[in-house]
């Protein structure tokens, strides 16, 4: 690979064939060198999930110029963590994960394997961003999204990323995007979040499903209320999930041991 | 149960039979009625996975005064999903995770099933507090927690949490605890993440394990430096993971769209 070329570390939670990295990965490569260390089969939900009682394996599946696609055995933060150690010839300019198919932004963030791989990115030292589309479906549009794709990706190699960030980024799905913002995240709540079957030999289980309930649907710079308006949500986001203003308060707190 | 007693939600991730949750039921069983929905098995490094692909069974395993013990074949969120959805009488008083075997202060909070329990609470509007002990033998001794898990428990009861704030306990492994000290996290990394070895039938696999570098060795409001020094380290953790000052800093930037 060349030197002058940037080099992005890609990896997503729908595995290495899902529809959303493969667009990612013809998105960025006119842009940098890639390698592509992904899951080898779906792990929707996986967050900063690692794999610790069962051990770990990788092969290559396709080597071509400026690319490199493996597939791995673990979660997505397990792809990141092989990937530094034995994978990538030097420290990526950046990490990304994506595309999702399904929406991440909100209280999501605590349960996605995109993000999994982008906060790994960054606890990691790497400027880190997350791509996801609000369409589950396995064959999803992402033709809107590729443009905006390149933009931030662009941006973000030039500006760079303060230590400890990283971005969050979702779109809604529609082909008529108004543009990007710089949001929080939103307050939100999942209910209903199971629903129960009966086994043909007995007993019962369960499929976690739900719907997603907007605590505050009207406020403006939240990042759901970007996509409910059709922009492009831009998530800046943290590592560190100290809760400052309670530590002070906290302080005051005469414990009874 | 006694409508009068407080009821508190129990899991873990190390699974419904490790030393640790039996010591936390065991701790605290005279203050409350306790119902615990915990994994069937160890789940160490779940994060805030979910079970998207698989479907989830519970059973009871142990009924007793004020006490209902569940295993579950799913993570420890997917533990306290079940647990709101068809398994708790009323909203609990706390959600608790733990007690873990091993440290889940600094970064670790990222990659903890235990903190996975803890801000499932939160995000369901409890209170919760997640306890760790910093040794991973299955054996631990965990008695020097037990008074200080008492006094925060009962603490807490008292006063409450703001809405999306948990708290992050973590206990150095010392029989001589010299206090609670209230903490931020720590800045850390991971290094030496893998470990390779020869399948006797040919090619590599890898284990993950690794060690954990201070990047603030002498920062004293940390909660590593509270273990460091034989502090019991309170950490006020936030579901809110926003980037508020790189939002405002990516306000100004211009993308080429």
């Not at 055995?73 to 397990?78: E, K, L, Q, R, S």
């Amino acid at each position: 690979m060349l030197e002058e070329r940037p080099l992005l570390l890609l990896s997503n939670d729908d595995g290495v064939d899902a529809k959303g990295i493969r667009e990612l990965i013809s998105a960025l490569r006119p842009m940098a060198d890639l390698i592509v260390v992904a899951p080898d089969g779906p792990r929707s939900g996986s967050a900063g999930a690692i794999t610790s009682e069962r051990p770990i394996r990788y092969s290559k599946v396709q080597e071509e110029d400026g690319l490199l696609v493996f597939k791995c055995t673990g979660t997505p933060v397990d792809c990141i963590k092989l990937a530094f150690h034995t994978l990538i010839p030097r420290t990526p300019d950046l990490v990304i994960g994506g595309i999702n198919h399904g929406d991440n932004s909100s209280v999501n963030v605590h349960y996605s394997g995109t993000m999994g791989v982008v906060i790994e990115g960054c606890l990691k030292g790497v400027p880190s961003i997350g791509f996801s589309l609000c369409n589950h479906s396995a064959d999803a549009d992402f033709s809107a999204t590729i443009p905006y794709i390149r933009a931030i990706v662009s941006k973000t190699l030039e500006e760079g990323l303060p230590v400890g960030t990283c971005l969050n980024v979702n779109f809604p799905d529609t082909a008529d995007l108004k543009g990007i913002r710089i949001c929080r995240q939103t307050d939100g709540r999942w209910i209903n979040e199971l629903v129960e079957r009966d086994h043909p030999r007995g007993g019962v289980y369960f499929w976690l499903t739900g719907e997603y309930k907007n605590l505050e649907p009207e406020a403006e710079d939240s990042d759901h209320w970007a996509l409910d308006h059709n922009y492009v949500a831009v998530t800046p986001t943290q590592i560190d999930v100290t809760a400052y203003a309670l530590m002070e308060q906290m302080k005051k707190w005469k414990f009874d041991v």
